[in-house]
């Protein structure tokens, strides 16, 4: 048990790698957009390869998830 520091959008929800029911950290986010980028790989292939829907990759790819800056950060309580 102890506290950590979490990034929040403009609302205060956590985001990114923070929020609680996030599969991937910032880190897979950077390299699938490298994968996509250097190898012109497909939604579905970059899915198999991260474990995530090729529709999830889409959303990742055009910035509709996990395209939110922090606004701030907040400490909670770790399990």
């Given at each position: 048990?102890?506290?950590?520091?979490?990034?929040?959008?403009?609302?205060?929800?956590?985001?990114?790698?923070?929020?609680?029911?996030?599969k991937?950290?910032?880190?897979?986010i950077?390299?699938?957009l490298?994968?996509?980028?250097?190898?012109?790989?497909?939604?579905?292939?970059?899915?198999?390869?991260?474990?995530?829907?090729?529709?999830?990759?889409?959303?990742?790819?055009?910035?509709?998830?996990?395209?939110?800056a922090?606004?701030?950060?907040?400490?909670?309580?770790?399990?």
């Amino acid at each position: 048990m102890g506290k950590r520091t979490v990034a929040v959008n403009d609302m205060g929800l956590r985001i990114g790698e923070d929020h609680p029911m996030a599969k991937l950290t910032n880190a897979d986010i950077e390299r699938l957009l490298q994968l996509r980028a250097d190898t012109g790989w497909g939604y579905k292939r970059l899915g198999r390869v991260f474990e995530i829907s090729p529709s999830q990759v889409r959303r990742i790819v055009q910035g509709q998830h996990r395209g939110q800056a922090a606004m701030g950060y907040r400490t909670i309580e770790q399990e």
